[in-house]
């Protein structure tokens, strides 16, 4: 941490090297009887004294200091769910940015019997990976939606009913404004990949000047603290979960709600597995009584605004899904085989291994977007 700008002098009181003790006259302590350049340099040796208090103090609270997330009243804006929940999206379909071995189809093929990728019921709406072609040499279908409403802040609640995993899958539920990257920024609520073992990841990418090397309170263990794209290979600032957060293990608990909070004081995302999900998250839809994060506890992950101005850095982020595969996460060697153990390269498993799809799945019972009043 830097401390303080000024570089140390040879003589910290500013006597000058001209000064003749020999023509002083009376008292050297009587500031009236000092020479003009002494006095000169006393008061600057006053002023950077002063100066490098006010600095102190300054950069020392910025380790202690804590926004005040004082309660908001939140009230219902919308709700993803039941049979037109896809409508409410873009089906994205150009070439994948994260550089997947994967085709995004658009809805005609996602929703077709054929592929069946996309499907939505009025209990939940499902988006799969392909499990049906046995040598997808080009990459396999996938989906990856974007919601067509774009958001500014809120509290948004997900209820997850099972989340994909399995080798070279990466998926994610995220937040972004895809067009404008990295300068409106990106919100990643849930992602994993491959088996996704090593829990739920929840990160921040960002513009330069967004920082969390500061206090915060959550109970996720902190990977990396600069959020900005250029740092560590634009891994951002990255928060983990324990194992039971993402994949196999959090769907045999019957899933959970994710909450994300976005406001000026900072982003704060909440875990809660099936059997303890707050009163005042109501899993039923007729239920509009507004969730109060105040009463919640720690979250998993916190990004407070104390370094971080968040209305520069997060703005216009539409809600994305995808089930990515292979890619500049999960197919990575050391990830996808080191790591991870995952048999063979990823684009072979991709091409050939159609049945160990089956898990490759998101399924959600609702999402509610609610604002603050
Ligand atoms: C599509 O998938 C849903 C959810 O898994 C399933 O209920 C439905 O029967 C499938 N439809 C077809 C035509 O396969
Ligand atoms: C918000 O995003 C949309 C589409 O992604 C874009 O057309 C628009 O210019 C963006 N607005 C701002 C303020 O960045
Ligand atoms: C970070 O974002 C800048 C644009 O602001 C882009 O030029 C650069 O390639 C990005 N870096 C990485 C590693 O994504
Ligand atoms: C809605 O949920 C709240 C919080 O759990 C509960 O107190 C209230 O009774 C519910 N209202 C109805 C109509 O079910
Ligand atoms: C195909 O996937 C299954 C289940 O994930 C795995 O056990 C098997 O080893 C895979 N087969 C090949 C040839 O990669």
């Given at each position: 941490m830097q401390r303080s700008n000024f570089a140390p002098h040879d003589d910290p009181y500013g006597l000058p090297p001209s000064y003749d003790k020999s023509t002083q006259t009376g008292s050297k302590w009587a500031p009236r009887n000092w020479s003009k350049k002494l006095l000169i340099g006393v008061i600057a040796a006053i002023v950077l004294v002063v100066a490098a208090i006010i600095v102190g103090a300054v950069v020392g609270s910025k380790s202690t200091s804590y926004p005040d997330y004082s309660t908001l009243s939140y009230s219902l804006q919308d709700t993803y769910s039941g049979t037109d929940f896809f409508d409410q999206f873009d089906y994205f379909t150009g070439y994948d940015p994260s550089a997947g071995f994967v085709h995004y189809v658009p809805a005609e093929t996602a929703t077709s019997s054929d592929y069946n990728l996309t499907y939505a019921s009025s209990s939940s709406a499902v988006l799969r990976v392909d499990t049906t072609d046995t040598d997808a040499s080009t990459g396999r279908?996938?989906?990856?939606?974007?919601?067509?409403?774009?958001?500014?802040?809120?509290?948004?609640?997900?209820?997850?009913?099972?989340?994909?995993?399995?080798?070279?899958t990466w998926p994610a539920l995220w937040l972004s404004d895809p067009d404008n990257w990295p300068t409106n920024g990106e919100i990643d609520v849930m992602e994993a990949v491959n088996q996704a073992t090593t829990g739920n990841q929840v990160t921040l990418h960002t513009t330069d000047d967004c920082k969390m090397n500061v206090k915060r309170k959550e109970s996720g263990d902190v990977l990396t603290n600069n959020c900005w794209n250029g740092t560590d290979y634009n891994a951002?600032?990255?928060?983990?979960?324990?194992?039971?957060?993402?994949?196999?293990?959090?769907?045999?608990?019957?899933g959970g709600v994710y909450a994300l909070e976005w406001r000026d004081?900072?982003?704060?995302?909440?875990?809660?597995?099936?059997?303890?999900?707050?009163?005042?998250?109501?899993?039923?839809?007729?239920?509009?009584?507004?969730p109060d994060p105040s009463t919640w506890g720690e979250p998993l992950a916190d990004f407070p605004a104390t370094h971080c101005d968040m209305s520069s850095h997060f703005k216009n982020q539409s809600i994305i899904a995808n089930i990515d595969l292979c890619g500049s996460w999960a197919g990575t060697?050391?990830?996808?085989?080191?790591?991870?153990?995952?048999?063979?390269?990823?684009?072979?498993?991709?091409?050939?291994?159609?049945?160990?799809?089956?898990?490759?799945?998101?399924?959600?019972?609702?999402?509610?977007?609610?604002?603050?009043?």
């Open positions: 279908y996938s989906v990856r939606i974007t919601s067509k409403k774009q958001y500014d802040s809120g509290l948004f609640v997900f209820d997850v009913l099972n989340s994909p995993y399995g080798c070279s951002g600032c990255g928060v983990q979960g324990a194992q039971d957060t993402f994949g196999e293990a959090f769907n045999a608990n019957g004081e900072g982003i704060r995302v909440w875990f809660f597995s099936r059997g303890s999900i707050p009163s005042n998250i109501p899993t039923d839809l007729t239920n509009t009584t507004a060697t050391s990830i996808y085989s080191t790591q991870d153990q995952c048999p063979g390269t990823c684009t072979d498993f991709v091409t050939t291994n159609a049945t160990a799809f089956d898990t490759a799945y998101w399924e959600w019972a609702s999402w509610r977007v609610y604002t603050a009043s």
